[in-house]
């Protein structure tokens, strides 16, 4: 049996625990209760994000993705409050760029902003230097823009249907121009020519610029080109736009009828924009990811600033972003393999 002194002393300490529950909360009892409410948590989740979060370009600064991804940086930033850093990683058709992400520390902090050629990469290069299916985690699928058919200003081309009418009476005659091999351009045309049962002839180029200058001195007879490439051209009335590659027409351009809609049934090339992160990122650091982005999407100041590409908004949740891409892949893989396409 305990002394009488040991017997005092443990009541004494068991009264003083007691009144720390029963009595009123103070100020400190009520930290170190939140204290221990944080402890008890995920403090890593919980925190995210604790530092700036980078979104890695594959292209070089100034082009259409560029401006996207600056725009949705900006967006994203408020939301998350933290800075969101922009990072160009150019080359290789995207691989440096996706590589350092497919390689990166899965927390959320390292993201890449993938376009169409994330899609048929697979299919144009047969040694990537890393697993897709694999490699990443959607996060979302910001939007989807048109590329236009357009041809010279004084060309006789005033149509789809014209176009079609001349590629047919004169196999391999009329000649298209792209921004290199296995781009959305040279694919788009490859499309238009699979659909349409004709033979036109593809003159790749290094960049869309000159393209552009060939187009225009009368080198080559159409190009399907990114919305923001021509769009001065059209306005100055250097170029006409025959039609946009999505279904639909396009907002940022309502006069423009839709390939399929001209005359090409079935017709749909779409240039997309979308979000992932190293695959084996937690569900909850993607979640916040994506909400964050749905909200930068839909602010004014991004409308406005994607205008000029044609952007439709997704904005929707990672599966959809993943569904959407598997059957791209699938669709463009069959273009790719029936045509003989390299990227060479």
């Known amino acids: 049996m305990p002394p009488v002194s040991s017997v005092s002393r443990i009541r004494q300490q068991a009264l003083a625990l007691a009144s ?3 009595a009123p909360l103070s100020l400190g009892n009520l930290i170190l209760i939140a204290s221990g409410a944080l402890w008890s948590s995920s403090p890593v989740h919980a925190a995210f994000p604790d530092k700036p979060v980078r979104i890695v370009v594959p292209f070089a600064p100034g082009g259409g993705t560029d401006l996207i991804a ?4 900006q967006g994203m930033a408020a939301e998350l409050g933290q800075p969101v850093v922009i990072d160009n990683k150019p080359g290789a058709g995207t691989l440096i760029g996706t590589d350092l992400v497919a390689k990166s520390t899965p927390d959320g902090y390292t993201l890449v902003i993938a376009t169409f050629a994330h899609a048929v990469n697979p299919a144009l290069l047969p040694r990537l230097p890393y697993a897709q299916d694999k490699a990443f985690a959607p996060v979302i699928l910001i939007g989807r823009s048109p590329n236009v058919l357009v041809v010279r200003a004084d060309s006789p081309l005033k149509s789809v249907r014209d176009l079609l009418t001349v590629a047919r009476a004169q196999p391999k005659k009329l000649s298209f121009a792209s921004q290199g091999n296995g781009t959305s351009a040279h694919l788009a045309g490859e499309l238009f020519k699979t659909l349409g049962k004709v ?3 593809h003159i790749a180029y290094r960049g869309a610029g000159p393209a552009l200058t060939d187009l225009l001195g009368g080198q080559v007879d159409m190009m399907f ?3 923001s490439a021509v769009g001065a051209l059209l306005d100055g009335g250097k170029l006409r736009a025959l039609g946009v590659t999505t279904a639909e027409r396009s907002p940022a351009m309502k006069d423009v009828p839709s390939i399929a809609e001209a005359g090409l049934g079935g017709y749909v090339m779409e240039s997309w924009y979308g979000l992932y992160v190293p695959a084996g990122t937690p569900a ?3 979640a916040r990811l994506n909400a964050a982005a749905r909200k930068a999407v839909q602010t004014e100041v991004f409308r406005k600033k994607v205008a000029e590409e044609g952007l439709t908004i997704s904005a929707g949740t990672p599966a959809e972003l993943d569904q959407y891409v ?5 669709r ?3 273009i790719i393999k029936d045509n003989h396409i390299t990227s060479d």
């Open 20 to 22: 720390l529950f029963l």
């Open 70 to 73: 600056r725009t949705l940086g």
């Open 199 to 201: 033979e036109m002839t």
């Open 225 to 227: 080109a990114t919305s």
């Open 284 to 286: 909850e650091v993607i």
């Open 326 to 330: 598997r059957a791209e892949e699938s």
């Open 332 to 334: 463009w893989r069959k």
